[in-house]
């Protein structure tokens, strides 16, 4: 039995700190926060009270926006643990780890053992990878399958392994249950973008049997679609279909959408502090194409995989952070080859420009150190204590660009460095930071107020609640009745059964201005929307919410 370094057996305790704090440390300890995750986790949570387990629901109403996988893995989860934020998060946390490991084992058996360790270790400590492990939607489970799918495909075709081709089809498919035909159209995209690119590419993964593969993979996941279209008929189609997939990429539903440029942004901001390497390793791949020089077929692989998710969300017209999440692995193993390739060739020209990105880690982390350190101090209402944060940072940052200034010097193996500063982030978000948020979210306090006194014969509502809706309905825990405009409201109020109904103190102004006979029976003081802006000292001020009912 081979021994173990006192340094190797640090870097594993290390590494295992890195995934206990970014992906389970206290978990299910805030309550819900964007209105989609306590969307998904009610949509969860009726799918376990009905004992339906096919078709999702949300406030007793089916629910096409997503396939079945997450819902039903997440109604699992809540069957188990009886914590309910907890529950709702623990698949997504459970993914995200999935993810690391195949990213690991992507990079391994197709580059090298050190390159897989970093890249694993540079998407563990992604902001990317800590915000959506801790929020209770689908993109983690869906980046697992559907990365995971396509990363087995590539090292059946590239290292003659065809056997793995099944697994990845398979990958596919589940993809497919989570988020929808999606999972073949990136894959698709990247197919067609490898085939016309490089010769040699084209004849390996045409020598897969991905026709045969194709039909695996719609076989194992149209099933649930064809049940959906034989229960509901042309509701799922114009839910599903048209509104949540068609409508949704091609029309303009939604204002104030963000431009071409948004998913460059995105992703340059999500992979800080490595985006400079990133940007040099492309800079440098770039410099080869255009002498006509050979980037090997791993490379083009990630860089295709990139390419066609972020063309693809480019493209459509509703936009969101995290769906360019997908191309997080690629490019967090085209920094670690990056990474390797410079201290394995320091001084050779091919990574001239990966080495100056990164060398900018040490004065980047420098630079949001002190930023951190004044935003605390002069414009954020945290603890003293949390100032550990950027003093960690600044630290780190000042180290390695010491190190880089020493003539002679590699790069380490492993950037230990960096993911120790990151780790020392994180748990400062984790301890300072959520627990602040956590004293102005009041949503979830007034719905459990109102579900402790509500009848069985009583009515429920919210009335222009806006993002904090889904929160009301998950934690008031019964069927609400949603209200938008003021005549709607009135009818509500004028009917004789007696009711709650949630809403700002401004709303609730404007309605008694208008006649309505209403009076407040509980009211609370938190933020007004689910914005970090809440933790600026001179924020706005907090929003009163009040419970009505019909007055005497």
């Not at 190797?8 to 805030?30: Q, S, Y």
């Not at 623990?90 to 780890?97: E, F």
């Not at 689908?138 to 056997?163: E, I, K, Q, Y």
């Not at 791949?285 to 063309?311: C, K, N, P, Q, Y």
Request: charged share 15%; aromatic share 12%.
């Amino acid at each position: 039995m081979p021994k173990v370094s006192i340094q190797d057996a640090g870097a594993g305790v290390l590494a295992l700190t890195l995934l206990f704090v970014v992906l389970f440390w206290r978990l299910g300890t805030p309550t819900f926060w964007d209105p989609d995750e306590a969307h998904y986790a009610e949509t969860s949570r009726e799918m376990v009270a009905t004992g339906d387990w096919w078709a999702p629901y949300y406030n007793d109403e089916p629910f096409f926006d997503k396939p079945v996988l997450f819902h039903q893995l997440q109604g699992a989860a809540m069957t188990l643990v009886d914590d309910p934020e907890l529950a709702a998060r623990i698949v997504p946390a459970l993914a995200a780890l999935g993810l690391i490991a195949v990213t690991y084992w992507f990079g391994a058996a197709m580059i090298s053992r050190d390159v897989g360790l970093v890249a694993a270790l540079i998407l563990g400590a992604s902001p990317g990878v800590f915000a959506l492990s801790r929020y209770a939607i689908l993109d983690t489970l869906f980046t697992l399958f559907t990365f995971g799918g396509s990363a087995c495909l590539s090292v059946a075709a590239l290292r003659d392994r065809p056997r793995l081709q099944w697994i990845g089809y398979l990958g596919l498919a589940l993809g497919v249950l989570v988020k929808g035909p999606l999972a073949l159209v990136l894959a698709g995209l990247t197919f067609v973008i490898l085939i016309v690119a490089s010769p040699d590419l084209r004849r390996r993964l045409l020598g897969l049997r991905w026709m045969l593969g194709l039909l695996l993979a719609v076989a194992l996941s149209a099933p649930w679609f064809v049940y959906m279209y034989l229960r509901f008929r042309q509701d799922f189609v114009n839910g599903y279909a048209l509104d949540e997939n068609i409508r949704l990429f091609a029309a303009s539903r939604f204002a104030n959408q963000p431009g071409f440029w948004f998913y460059f942004q995105i992703l340059a901001t999500g992979l800080l502090p490595w985006t400079g390497l990133l940007a040099g390793r492309m800079i440098d791949d770039l410099r080869l194409v255009f002498r006509g020089d050979h980037v090997d077929s791993v490379e083009t692989m990630l860089w295709a995989w990139t390419i066609a998710i972020v063309a693809f969300f480019s493209f459509s017209s509703f936009k969101l952070d995290h769906y360019v999440f997908p191309a997080a692995p690629a490019l967090c193993l085209l920094c670690a080859r990056a990474w390797h390739d410079v201290r394995e060739q320091q001084l050779a020209p091919r990574n001239r420009a990966s080495r100056l990105g990164l060398y900018s880690i040490g004065p980047f982390l420098v630079a949001v150190g002190l930023g951190c350190g004044y935003f605390l101090i002069q414009r954020l209402e945290l603890p003293r204590s949390a100032v550990l944060v950027p003093i960690a940072l600044t630290l780190a940052g000042a180290t390695l660009t010491a190190l880089a200034n020493i003539r002679g010097a590699l790069p380490p193996r492993v950037p230990w460095l960096v993911i120790s500063a990151l780790i020392a982030t994180y748990a400062g978000l984790i301890v300072f930071v959520m627990p602040a948020l956590e004293q102005r979210k009041v949503v979830p306090d007034v719905a459990r107020w109102v579900a402790s006194r509500v009848q069985p014969t009583d009515r429920v509502a919210s009335y222009r609640m806006n993002r904090w809706t889904p929160n009301y309905r998950f934690y008031v825990g019964r069927h609400i009745t949603m209200l938008e405009e003021p005549a709607e409201a009135e009818t509500f109020f004028d009917r004789s059964e007696p009711f709650y109904c949630v809403m700002r103190h401004t709303a609730f102004e404007e309605l008694v201005a208008r006649g309505a006979r209403l009076q407040i029976i509980y009211q609370r003081e938190g933020m007004t929307a689910t914005s970090g802006r809440a933790l600026w000292r001179n924020h706005t001020p907090l929003e009163r919410f009040v419970v009505v009912t019909k007055a005497r």
